[in-house]
């Protein structure tokens, strides 16, 4: 438990910390902000993408060829934590945001409130970012069990580094659907995730058609075969939703509490995901994919009303009444 919070400490700074600082130092430089799509797309296929890869493939040989137990993944990544730090203290310059709009703790999460309560589309996009995150969460600590249902030894460092491989290829998709007007990312993310939602269906339907035996085997089973095609669909639809969040924060968050607000909806998502693992072994691992599975829909139609919302102003500036435009470009005549 002690872990799990300091892993929401430390994943809550991951995911709003270098963002605001990006967006923030992106929009000081007067940079084109068509380039932020083309960073965070970049950000997902290298960083969350092929270092990922290379991540399971190295910790896959410090477990098994090294023999160095299930807490050297941890121990490397916290070597390479404090080597980026090293070089980000060198090399990045500080941003501190307006020195005069400086809040206390408590300020700063009114000023979130208020912005969420008064600006729907806030409050959806950080809805959909719950719901689609719980998900994510939960479908890490699930896909090992689910592969391998009766303690099969199955080789977890190369499944992951295959993840982030459908990841790299989401992202590389995402990358080129935001270099285009059309369609919008408002308007893809719907399908994404519908899509997300059917692909965590696949334990659920492997157990209703596929008769699951009790004897353990020699490598993975075909049901968890056919499970991890559809583990690798839902890592394509990560790697799209990332860059795409990103990119959908940038334009309907306000910079001055981008972290706040990003981070306010990060306490209902951590607590989901602490109460699912204490109660893992209450319900049975499909009716937790379908739980997930559900989320992913309600997200598809939350997306769905945020685009719309989302297009009325646009919609209200381009209709003007008849007579309005006449009294604009003609004279009056009397």
Not at 49 to 77: E, H, K, Q, R, Y
Not at 220 to 235: A, D, H, K, R
Not at 302 to 319: G, N, V, Y
């Amino acid at each position: 438990m002690v872990g799990r919070i300091l892993g929401v400490v430390s994943t809550s700074l991951l995911f709003s910390a270098f963002e605001s600082w990006l967006i923030a130092e992106h929009n000081k430089r007067n940079f084109e902000q068509q380039w932020l799509s083309l960073t965070f797309s970049k950000d997902v296929f290298l960083g969350n993408g092929l270092v990922a890869i290379l991540s399971g493939l190295f910790v896959n040989l410090l477990v098994d060829t090294f023999s160095l137990g299930p807490v050297a993944p941890f121990d490397a990544a916290a070597s390479f934590l404090a080597i980026g730090m090293a070089i980000i203290l060198a090399t990045w310059s500080e941003n501190y945001g307006d020195p005069s709009d400086s809040k206390d703790l408590l300020t700063q999460f009114k000023v979130a409130s208020i912005a969420i309560a008064s600006d729907e589309k806030i409050a959806l996009l950080g809805a959909i970012q719950s719901l689609f995150e719980g998900s994510m969460y939960t479908f890490v600590f699930l896909w090992t069990p689910a592969l391998s249902p009766n303690d099969e030894e199955i080789p977890h460092g190369f499944i992951f580094a295959t993840f982030m491989l459908a990841s790299m290829l989401g992202s590389s998709l995402a990358a080129r659907l935001m270099a285009h007007s059309s369609p919008r990312v408002e308007s893809y993310m719907q399908i994404v995730f519908l899509v997300s939602g059917a692909s965590l269906l696949f334990p659920i339907i492997t157990s209703v058609l596929v008769t699951l035996s009790k004897a353990k085997s020699e490598g993975m089973p075909l049901t968890s075969c056919i499970q991890l095609l559809g583990f690798c669909v839902f890592e394509a639809c990560v790697g799209i939703f990332w860059p795409s969040i990103m990119k959908m924060r940038s334009q309907y968050i306000p910079e001055e509490a981008r972290s706040t607000i990003m981070n306010f909806f990060r306490i209902p998502l951590n607590i989901f995901v602490c109460v699912v693992l204490y109660n893992v072994h209450a319900f049975p691992i499909t009716i937790m994919f379908g739980m997930c599975s559900i989320f992913l829909f309600v997200a598809s139609i939350l997306q769905r009303r945020l685009m719309i919302i989302s297009d009325k102003p646009k919609a209200e500036e381009d209709w003007i009444p008849m007579k309005d435009r006449n009294s604009e470009t003609e004279p009056l005549n009397l």
